[in-house]
Every structure is written in structure tokens, then in C-alpha cells.
């Protein structure tokens, strides 16, 4: 997966430096760009190695690893990237998902002094849960983390013995979206014993799409649709059971799609050791304080037509500002992003 | 010779970061396109480059033509815009540039290939859906693939014995 895919060569420099922080695809195709016109780009992110979700949450079998590693491995070599891994930036304190392999913490308003300008695409990292009895148990655990821990396993990054042990275990996973189909595969592919996908509404509305949900029934994994969790049932602090309530769909919400209405005394039990919650994510911009950088009450980072937030000189692109999307949807948000930025410093508007 | 972009639809995740990179290489205007269906996996689709491509043979200016490499090309100067290579492709492929009042259709990255560069779409896809190269070497190679496959899950399926007398 080539990011530098403008030019074959480096240009020469125009003695301009660039921070990018996050080097998920949003980053790292921004980096390529701007490697392209001549800039110097310094890379940030928390994580052991670049390549954000494609390397640490999308399971191999769909994004093979060689293909990232190659991407920004040229843009290492033959473009002089600077990669600072391990290092997360930061302003105020904030645990998310992915933490583990922090090395070092730098100061957000630090990087905004020492670079010319400064990209932000760190992302949707935080993971929703639902606000029920017995998420605190042992064995709950959010989609991304989860995710996060097998491809870390795997990159050789984090012992197998970090990999919560589903084998021949039974595995929920709550949800029905990418992250949720991805969670349950990889609880196949480790062998537990049954794996069940609960979504409140039906297949039709599965946002992963009917196709990869028929794929996965087919696999062995229990589709519990017009279900939601009412409450996870532990013994001794890990989870034994869960109990789900039946749904209905009513009337056409915001979104357009028929809201799911629970149905009074349908509840019933289902014996689980694992719990996954893929439900949705939300933005981690690398602050937690006020730095005077907007964010909706989504908590994504506003920006402009020029990408640019609401500090000079501060760009932010992919989905810290769009929300949870797609690879191909962030690659273009940090072309537009860094052709902004490419502009900005060439002293245009 | 006859190279081409081959699509490995079982790969594709529906990312559409080809799409992306297609139109940045062809001035904001994409030549593969992505296409989701509720029932079934999603499937990029871009000029197929045809053998022997009904688009050349009915293009009455000779606009359209093949260039070394096998991609069927072209000629801007010489399309006079009648839509006849649009009509006759079976996959839909040649649009009509409506400023220009002429044809437009993928060139297999025309300039990039000039330049010994792999097309725009093929360099950007993260999952390996998308391969150039000679036809004949791709299906070689996965022939090749499919029996390293088979071979490895014969040797996890202990006692199945596909390859024991």
C-alpha cells in the first residue's frame, strides 16, 4: 500500500517540517503527500508500529500485514520519515484504548511550537459501552481492545498470554458492525467453542451488511438480531451469563433507520464467559483539556473547508473529525487535509 | 504484453481507496468504481482492457486504440463524443466528459506506466484485491497460491491425508 503514490522520488526539501500525529491511513497518506512537495514530516503515534487500525484492529485475513508494512516502510527509506512510535501526544491526562505500548508522552502544545505545522488524525479509539449492570466484570472487554490485543499478538508486539483466552469458550459480541464482524471472526478463528453476534435490530439494517452477516452464520456464529443487553450476570467478578431483552422495531428514527423498542418481560439468558462491545467508537484528539481546538458533541475535531481547526496552522483529517468510516474514506480526507496544508505553508490561503 | 488490472473480488473490503487514488491521478475523476450490494460482498470494477475490445472496433474516428502495453486508450484529439463505444461496452464503462464533449475511460495510468510506476489504484490497495501484471502470470500465480493453500490445511488436518498414499 503505497502512500507516496504522487511521486517516485524525493523532492527537494524546502526546509519546512510537518508533525503528523496518528499513523493510521489518514496520516500516513497526508505524510506521503506532503513528502511529495518537499516537506519535512515527523510522524507521532502511541502505537509499537505506524499503520493505525489497518495493522492494529483490521484482522490480517483482510488487510494483509506485509501491504502496510511496506507502505510505510517506503516512506521511511526513500522519503526520510521520521517515525516517532511508542510516543503518544497529548495534552491533559486520558487512558484509551492502546495505551499499552506508551513510551513516552509528549506535550501537544510543544509539537505545535517545534513544527511548522501539525496534522491531527489520531482516530476513533474509545470504544462505546453500554451503560448496564456488570460491565466492570471480568471478560467485558470494548470491540477495539480486543481486536487490538490479537494483532498486537500477532505483529509480535504482546504475548499470546495477553489474548483474553476464548478457546473453546463461549463469546457475545455486541453490535453489528465492521469492528463487531471482525470480533466475532477472530473469536472463531481462536477457537472458541460459541460465538453469538446479539444486534438490536434485524439483518437488514446490519450495518456491516447482510452479506458479511449470512458469511459469519454460516461460519457457526449465533445471530441473536431484535436483541439488546439488559444486564451481564458474574460470579466471583467474571462474567457467567448474559441477559437480553427482545426488541421490536418501531418508528424511523434520525437516522432513518426503525428504531428497535425492547419488549417488557422478554428478557432471557444466555451463558457467556466473554463479552465484546462493538457498539461504536468515538474520537481521541490528542487533548482531553482545552487547547482551544473545537470539537462537536460528538467530540470530533471541527474544521474548515481547509481542513484546518479552529488554531492556525493545527489540520485535522480522517476520522477524529468525520467519525468511525472507512480505509478509503480517511486516505482521501488526509490528501485533501495535506493539499490544504501544502498550500497554507506556500503562504496561500 | 496484454497486462491488466486484476481484481480479486473475494479480497475487497470496500475501502475505495482505489477510488481515491484513481481520481487524484485523473484530475478529481475516478475510472474504477466501487459497488456494495446489501446481499452480496462488495466488487470493484474498472475498463477490462478487452482482447478483443468491441469499443475499438466500433470507434468510427479511431479514437480508441492499444497501446504497447495491451491498455486500450484514448485519442482525445480524434473522439468526436457520438457514445458509441459507451453503448456497445457490456460493463458501462466509457463516460462522457461532458465539458470536453469527448470520451473518457481508465488508461491503465498512461502517464505513471510511462514512468515504470505500477496504475494509481493498484499501489493504494491496502488487501492485495487489486494486482497488474500479465493475465496468464497472475492466474499462474494463483494456481500456485491455491495449491500452497490446499497443501497447508492438508498438513493442519492431521490424519485427513490428501497427500499420504
Redesign the interface.
Known amino acids: 500500500m503505497r502512500f507516496a503514490f504522487l511521486c517516485r522520488d524525493r523532492p527537494s526539501p524546502t526546509g519546512r517540517k510537518v508533525a503528523v500525529i496518528g499513523a493510521g491511513p489518514a496520516g500516513l497518506s497526508a505524510t506521503g503527500y506532503l513528502v511529495c512537495q518537499g516537506h519535512e514530516v515527523h510522524v507521532y503515534d502511541k502505537l509499537p508500529e505506524p499503520g493505525g487500525l489497518m495493522l492494529f484492529g483490521i484482522p490480517e485475513f483482510r488487510i494483509p500485514i506485509y501491504r502496510v508494512r511496506e507502505g510505510y516502510e517506503e516512506l521511511r527509506e526513500v522519503f526520510g520519515v521520521t517515525f516517532h512510535t511508542g510516543t503518544k501526544v497529548t495534552f491533559g491526562e486520558r487512558k484509551d484504548e492502546g495505551d499499552e505500548f506508551v513510551k513516552e508522552t509528549v506535550d501537544f502544545n510543544e509539537i505545535r511550537e517545534q513544527f511548522d505545522a501539525v496534522l491531527i488524525a489520531t482516530g476513533t479509539w474509545r470504544s462505546w459501552i453500554a451503560s448496564i449492570e456488570g460491565t466492570d466484570l471480568e471478560g467485558v472487554y470494548p470491540a477495539l481492545e480486543y481486536l487490538f490485543r490479537i494483532k498486537s499478538a500477532k505483529l509480535g508486539h504482546m504475548s499470546w498470554n495477553s489474548i483474553p483466552p476464548v478457546q473453546g469458550k463461549h463469546v457475545m459480541v455486541i453490535g453489528a458492525g465492521h469492528t463487531a464482524v471482525d470480533a466475532a471472526l477472530e473469536s472463531v478463528l481462536l477457537g472458541a467453542e460459541k460465538v453469538y453476534l446479539s444486534y438490536r435490530r434485524t439483518i437488514h439494517e446490519a450495518p456491516a451488511g447482510a452479506y458479511e452477516i449470512n458469511l459469519l452464520k454460516q461460519k457457526g456464529v449465533r445471530w441473536l438480531e431484535l436483541t439488546v443487553p439488559a444486564r451481564i450476570i458474574g460470579e466471583n467478578g467474571k462474567v457467567v451469563a448474559v441477559e437480553l431483552q427482545r426488541c421490536k422495531l418501531g418508528e424511523p428514527d434520525e437516522s432513518g433507520r426503525r428504531r428497535p423498542i425492547p419488549i417488557e418481560g422478554s428478557n432471557f439468558q444466555i451463558d457467556v464467559d466473554y463479552v465484546i462491545f462493538a457498539i461504536g467508537q468515538t474520537p481521541t484528539p490528542p487533548f482531553s483539556e482545552d487547547v482551544g481546538i473545537a470539537t462537536d458533541r460528538k467530540g470530533r475535531i471541527v474544521v474548515d473547508m481547509r481542513h484546518m481547526t479552529s488554531v492556525e496552522g493545527v489540520f485535522a483529517a480522517g476520522d477524529v473529525v468525520t467519525g468511525p468510516s472507512k480505509v478509503g474514506k480517511a486516505v482521501l480526507d488526509g490528501l485533501n487535509a495535506a493539499e490544504s496544508m501544502h498550500i497554507w505553508l506556500e503562504g496561500g490561503e | 504484453m496484454a497486462k491488466r488490472v486484476f481484481i480479486d473480488f473475494s479480497r475487497c473490503?470496500?475501502?475505495?481507496?482505489?477510488?481515491?487514488?484513481c481520481?487524484?491521478e485523473h484530475g478529481g475523476r475516478s475510472f474504477i468504481s466501487?459497488f456494495?450490494?446489501?446481499?452480496?460482498?462488495a466488487m470493484a470494477m474498472n475498463c477490462r482492457h478487452c482482447e478483443r475490445a468491441p469499443c475499438v472496433e466500433v470507434c468510427p474516428t479511431n479514437a480508441l486504440y492499444r497501446d504497447d502495453d495491451g491498455a486500450v486508450l484514448l485519442a482525445p484529439q480524434k473522439c468526436i463524443g457520438c457514445l458509441m463505444c459507451g453503448i456497445v461496452c457490456p460493463f458501462g464503462i466509457p463516460e462522457l466528459d461532458s465539458l470536453n464533449k469527448i470520451m473518457m475511460k481508465c488508461d491503465l495510468c498512461a502517464d505513471r506506466r510511462a514512468?515504470g510506476?505500477l496504475p494509481?489504484c493498484v499501489?493504494?490497495?491496502?488487501?492485495?484485491a487489486l494486482s497488474y501484471g500479465d493475465f496468464n502470470e497472475i492466474q499462474r500465480r494463483r494456481r500456485g497460491r491455491f495449491t500452497r493453500e490446499t497443501i497447508e490445511l492438508t498438513k493442519k488436518a492431521e490424519g485427513f491425508g490428501l497427500l499420504q498414499p
Open positions: 473490503i470496500e475501502c475505495r481507496a482505489c477510488e481515491v487514488a481520481e487524484r466501487v456494495e450490494w446489501e446481499e452480496m460482498a514512468e510506476k494509481a499501489e493504494t490497495c491496502p488487501t492485495d
